[in-house]
């Protein structure tokens, strides 16, 4: 079969228009947009609320020794009575491993220097000394993370905190238990132990600024069994004092850590590695509520634009 030109003619212009048609435009090739960094959770400001308790203190040791070791560092701490001992020296720098190991040396006779001027009280000058030379004589300012000791001002019961000055003073004070040591005087007041009025010093956290306080409650409860000793009838007599007000406090923490050392007397300082052992076991066990809730706190921040 031929073709002619004239019947090709058509065919040649169909091409040709074609060729000049311009093509509809390919839209470049577009990155896929890379999402937004998630937004950081706004930081938890933790502070510890440590309790009063004698020999008791020392479950204090391993929960600290807990929560350092699970990422859980507090950067306020406040103690009443013996939680002031134990938290000064946490304030000043010490880890729970070095506290552990001062303990090992501690003994009743190294804090306790009886008065007969004063009726066999204990003067607590011992105690202050002990402090101050393990805190390298720094004042409550200086220390390594701020530090509160509660005591009570015993002309008015008022609950004093001290957050400056001279850190084993403020000890002793928060910790003269009445009737065992002498009030001490403090710019012309006496003040006793903290306990009277603060137990567990969970407002004194908060009062320094933590956004999510962890009180640890070392106090016994009254159980109908009456204490033989002078001491335990003192302390007996503190705990049932306090036990309301610890009550009230206690519901304004965010979460409690109770140690199990309820049969731990007041002087049982031979009982100091069963004590840590128990803080260690009660601050374990807190873990899992203590992270939920400090996510539910971070989470309860972002909603009021923190």
Known sequence: MTFSLPRLAPLFAALLLAACTTPSEVPP????????????????????????????????????????????????????????????????????????????????ASIRDVSLLSGGLVRGQ??????NQLVKKRPLEK??????????????GKRTVFSRGNTGMAVRASSSIPGVFEPVLINGKRYVDGGVVSPVPADAARQMGADFVIAVDISSKASGTAPTNMLGIVNQAIM??????????LARADVVIRPRVGKIGPTDFDQRNVA????EKAALAMLPLIRQKIVDKQNAMVAAGR
Do not use: C, R, W
Request: charged residues 20%; hydrophobic residues 40%; proline residues 8%.
């Open 276 to 279: 840590i052992l128990e803080g």
């Open 143 to 156: 220390l390594g993370k701020p530090f509160a000791a509660v005591a009570t001002e015993l002309e008015t």
């Open 29 to 108: 090739v577009q990155p896929t947009p890379t999402p937004p960094p998630p937004k950081a959770l706004p930081h938890v400001k933790i502070g510890l609320a440590l309790g009063g308790g004698a020999a008791k203190g020392f479950a204090h040791i391993g929960v600290i020794k807990m929560l350092e070791a699970n990422g859980i560092k507090p950067e306020y701490v406040a103690g009443t009575s013996a939680g002031s001992v134990v938290g000064a020296l946490y304030a000043s720098g010490m880890d729970a491993f070095a506290l552990q190991e001062e303990s090992f040396g501690l003994d009743e």
């Open 240 to 249: 049932i004092m306090g036990q309301k007000l610890g009550e009230q406090e």
């Open 126 to 131: 011992k105690l202050q000394d002990y402090v």
